[in-house]
């Protein structure tokens, strides 16, 4: 149901474009996030918007550097990711909330996607 696309190589300062494709269903109507899972470590919470769109939330990593967006028109969420760091390096998920919840808790998400890897070298 979620589609995960945009990752790769980028070397440090360099950006990338996250796209995550839903359903209609899902564009229009859930609450959609974005985790991430480096090596090792757990899945943490990189950025989350609300279904209309006005909502944004963000991780401290995040916060002025990556920008979550949503075109309900396209069933697509986007993860811009500007200025990135050897430490951005990780798996990241799409994830849609169907029923309400905390939109930084990864178990309140219903759907996910099957993750695309973002490597970032110094």
């Known amino acids: 149901q979620l589609q995960t696309s945009g990752g790769g190589l980028v070397q440090a300062w360099g950006y990338l474009r996250l796209s995550c494709a839903t359903s209609e269903r899902t564009a229009n109507n859930y609450r959609m996030g974005w985790f991430r899972q480096a090596p090792g470590k757990e899945r943490e919470f990189v950025a989350a918007i609300s279904r209309n769109g006005v909502t944004t939330y963000y991780a401290d990593s995040a916060k002025g550097r990556f920008t979550i967006s949503r075109d309900n028109g396209k069933n697509t969420v986007f993860l811009q990711m500007n200025s990135l760091k050897p430490e951005d390096t990780a798996v990241y998920y799409c994830?849609?909330?169907?029923?309400?919840?905390?939109?930084?808790?990864?178990?309140?998400?219903?759907?996910w996607g099957q993750g695309t890897v973002v490597t970032v070298s110094s």
């Open positions: 994830a849609a909330q169907r029923f309400s919840g905390s939109a930084l808790t990864s178990d309140d998400y219903t759907y």
